[in-house]
């Protein structure tokens, strides 16, 4: 039984992690627009297409068909997306026009629009599949920033393999619910204060060293699991919130680099750093209590139906596969290095 269960927890673990690669590689991170007035009919275009395989995603920015031109120039590759600026001319302005991105439909994204007036509060929308247009609103409305940056926040946790990787260690670590409870907390209160400090401005770091870090804080993690033993606690165990604290300050870094990619609107900064951190938080609890409940469901499979997680060889094929990975990320960003 113990040999059967190791086994089918290492092709659940190895499944989810090709499914990780496959959802890298379909680029479920956002698309982004930004169209700014800068004239009396003209505005400046800025589109951002995600990546997908070393290419750009078949989606495209469609301006009304009052606006000449109505979409923009080929996109050139810059930092991991592909971008286009320009420049057009819209007779009788945007406000109350629709606007759309194309193929859309076809996609796993959604793309953030970020609509600023000329002397007025800029307005964000959320584009998504299932909503491919929308209509530029006349007033902006504190509840569609606040709606945009939730759902951001949301799928950037359920798509960031090294921070769910993170979460699921800790589970398997900590097997006392109100240590794991603090933990989470330590790390929440954490990663909010550096992604705040970082989106900010307070705070600059380069990004592929945090994110190395960060690999590097998960295979940590699989070595406290490897070394913990039946009837004494490790620090990671006994005081896991010093813990989570530290590397949370590195994975907010890791947040706040998604959110300045996607951007952020300059009249509603604080409601869309609330709202990103609810989206964040909302994700964890989701991805948490879906693995609590998976684990309880296999415990059930066991005669003394004790918790799977008590079981050590089951303890030690997860710190393995979790150690394993985390290294393999690791070195593959420090090897980004150069």
């Given at each position: 039984?113990?040999?059967?269960l190791?086994?089918?927890?290492?092709?659940?673990i190895?499944?989810?992690?090709?499914?990780?690669?496959?959802?890298?590689?379909?680029?479920?991170?956002?698309?982004?627009?930004?169209?700014?007035?800068?004239?009396?009919?003209?505005?400046?275009?800025?589109?951002?297409?995600?990546?997908?395989?070393?290419?750009?995603?078949?989606?495209?920015?469609?301006?009304?068909?009052?606006?000449?031109?109505?979409?923009?120039?080929?996109?050139?590759?810059?930092?991991?997306?592909?971008?286009a600026?320009?420049?057009?001319?819209?007779?009788?302005?945007?406000?109350?026009?629709?606007?759309?991105?194309?193929?859309?439909?076809?996609?796993?994204?959604?793309?953030?629009?970020?609509?600023?007036?000329?002397?007025?509060a800029s307005?964000?929308?959320?584009?998504?599949?299932?909503?491919?247009?929308?209509?530029?609103?006349?007033?902006?409305?504190?509840?569609?920033?606040?709606?945009?940056?939730?759902?951001?926040?949301?799928?950037?946790?359920?798509?960031?393999?090294?921070?769910?990787?993170?979460?699921?260690?800790?589970?398997?670590?900590?097997?006392?619910?109100?240590?794991?409870?603090?933990?989470?907390?330590?790390?929440?209160?954490?990663h909010?204060?550096?992604l705040?400090?970082?989106?900010?401005?307070?705070?600059?770091?380069?990004?592929?060293?945090?994110?190395?870090?960060?690999?590097l804080?998960?295979?940590?993690?699989?070595?406290?699991?490897?070394?913990?033993?039946?009837?004494?606690?490790?620090?990671?165990?006994?005081?896991?919130?010093l813990?989570?604290?530290?590397?949370?300050?590195?994975?907010?870094l890791?947040?706040?680099?998604a959110?300045?990619?996607?951007?952020?609107?300059?009249?509603?900064?604080?409601?869309?750093?609330?709202?990103?951190?609810?989206?964040?938080?909302?994700?964890?609890?989701?991805?948490?209590?879906?693995?609590?409940?998976?684990?309880?469901l296999?415990?059930?499979?066991?005669?003394?139906?004790?918790?799977?997680?008590?079981?050590?060889?089951?303890?030690?094929?997860?710190?393995?596969?979790?150690?394993?990975?985390?290294?393999?990320?690791?070195?593959?960003?420090?090897?980004?290095?150069?």
């Amino acid at each position: 039984m113990t040999r059967l269960l190791s086994l089918v927890l290492v092709l659940l673990i190895f499944g989810g992690l090709t499914i990780s690669d496959r959802a890298r590689a379909h680029a479920l991170q956002p698309g982004y627009a930004s169209i700014e007035q800068i004239g009396a009919a003209s505005w400046q275009i800025f589109w951002r297409k995600p990546d997908v395989a070393g290419k750009p995603m078949a989606i495209d920015l469609q301006l009304p068909a009052t606006c000449t031109p109505s979409s923009g120039p080929p996109v050139m590759r810059r930092e991991g997306a592909w971008e286009a600026f320009w420049t057009a001319s819209c007779v009788g302005g945007l406000l109350g026009k629709s606007l759309t991105i194309s193929g859309l439909e076809r996609t796993q994204t959604d793309v953030l629009v970020r609509f600023s007036p000329l002397g007025q509060a800029s307005r964000s929308l959320r584009l998504t599949a299932d909503r491919p247009d929308a209509v530029l609103p006349v007033e902006p409305e504190g509840w569609q920033v606040f709606e945009a940056y939730t759902w951001l926040g949301f799928e950037h946790i359920l798509e960031g393999w090294d921070h769910l990787l993170f979460l699921f260690a800790l589970l398997v670590l900590i097997r006392d619910f109100w240590r794991l409870v603090g933990a989470v907390t330590a790390f929440t209160v954490a990663h909010s204060l550096t992604l705040a400090a970082s989106t900010l401005g307070w705070l600059t770091l380069p990004a592929a060293p945090v994110e190395a870090v960060i690999a590097l804080s998960i295979v940590f993690l699989a070595s406290e699991i490897a070394a913990s033993r039946q009837g004494s606690r490790r620090l990671s165990q006994t005081a896991p919130w010093l813990v989570t604290f530290a590397f949370g300050l590195l994975h907010g870094l890791g947040f706040a680099g998604a959110l300045k990619d996607i951007g952020l609107p300059q009249a509603d900064i604080p409601l869309a750093l609330l709202a990103f951190n609810i989206g964040v938080e909302a994700g964890q609890l989701a991805f948490v209590i879906a693995a609590a409940v998976i684990f309880q469901l296999l415990s059930t499979l066991l005669p003394d139906r004790r918790s799977i997680l008590n079981m050590r060889p089951v303890s030690l094929v997860l710190a393995y596969v979790i150690g394993g990975w985390s290294s393999y990320w690791l070195i593959e960003r420090i090897v980004s290095f150069a």
